[in-house]
């Protein structure tokens, strides 16, 4: 049996906590119906309220995934430095974060 740490475990409890999020937004949009006022907020600054929580659940999501995946340390070289373990985790989150992002922009 494999060993579970806690950076597993939490990983795992981020990935759930955002598809319980969004299927309680759906069923208070769908199900339950929504304020009014509420719903004129969501249409004019949907990228803000959506978009952007969801770009940093899933760029969490998937740094703290890769070491598992990996079964090794984040290590990469970008522009001269080098980045490894914590200091590489953040950089890539920032990145693709930031992708995410300009890739929301960029659509909408």
């Known amino acids: 049996m494999r060993h ?3 950076k597993t475990i939490f990983t795992w409890m981020i990935g759930l906590s955002f598809v319980i999020l969004v299927i309680y937004l759906f069923r208070m949009v769908f199900i339950d119906g929504i304020n009014e006022e509420f719903l004129e907020l969501y249409k004019a600054h949907f990228t803000a309220l959506v978009g952007l929580p969801a770009a940093a659940f899933l760029s969490t999501f998937l740094i703290l995934l890769l070491p ?4 090794q340390p984040i290590e990469f ?5 080098k980045f490894k373990g914590t200091s590489g ?3 890539l989150w920032v990145l693709i974060f930031l992708s995410i992002v300009v890739s929301i922009k960029l659509i909408w």
């Open 68 to 71: 598992i995946v990996r079964k």
């Open 89 to 91: 985790e953040v950089v």
């Open 77 to 81: 070289e970008a522009i001269g430095l």
């Open 4 to 6: 579970l740490n806690f």
